[in-house]
């Protein structure tokens, strides 16, 4: 007996080609294209599907506009509102500009350029000095503004 004589005990049994006819159809169980569906093809083992870049993972913005130039156009300076829930406001310490004896009304503060616009009302808060006489008309008060006036020989009518 030679070596090119022996022989294995089972015969050699060739692995199935599937996908080239046959009696399995004509995708032979592996589904329609895609990667798995191609010859020699598949997801190896720990694929996560290719991750993001990660700016992409971030919200985008919304809303905004580059032809302002401003990251939330829909939302404007508190002087340029007109329509506002609030009251505007005007300090004491603004009022000095104003002449002795002055009657004081939302329309002259307007004129003045103390405040942009009357809106939903004016108010006066108490923040500084007044050093002026003055009449006042058509305005809200807080509690210590009105004191401070009354101090400096001013009326609120």
Not at 83 to 92: G, M
Not at 110 to 128: M, P, Y
Request: charged residues 30%.
């Amino acid at each position: 007996m030679q070596l090119h004589h022996l022989k294995p005990k089972t015969e050699r049994k060739s692995s199935k080609r599937v996908g080239r006819g046959g009696k399995r159809g004509t995708t032979s169980g592996g589904g329609t294209k895609g990667q798995k569906g191609r010859a020699g093809a598949g997801v190896r083992a720990g694929f996560r599907g290719g991750d993001n870049r990660i700016w992409q993972m971030f919200p985008k913005n919304r809303g905004a506009s580059k032809k302002h130039g401003n990251k939330k156009p829909h939302r404007k300076h508190r002087l340029y509102q007109v329509h506002q829930s609030k009251p505007v406001v005007a300090n004491l310490s603004d009022l000095n500009i104003l002449e002795h004896g002055t009657l004081v009304t939302p329309e002259v503060l307007v004129e003045k350029g103390v405040i942009a616009s009357a809106g939903k009302g004016v108010k006066i808060l108490s923040t500084g000095e007044l050093k002026k006489k003055l009449t006042f008309k058509g305005f809200l008060f807080s509690e210590s503004a009105k004191t401070k006036i009354e101090k400096a020989g001013g009326l609120i009518e």
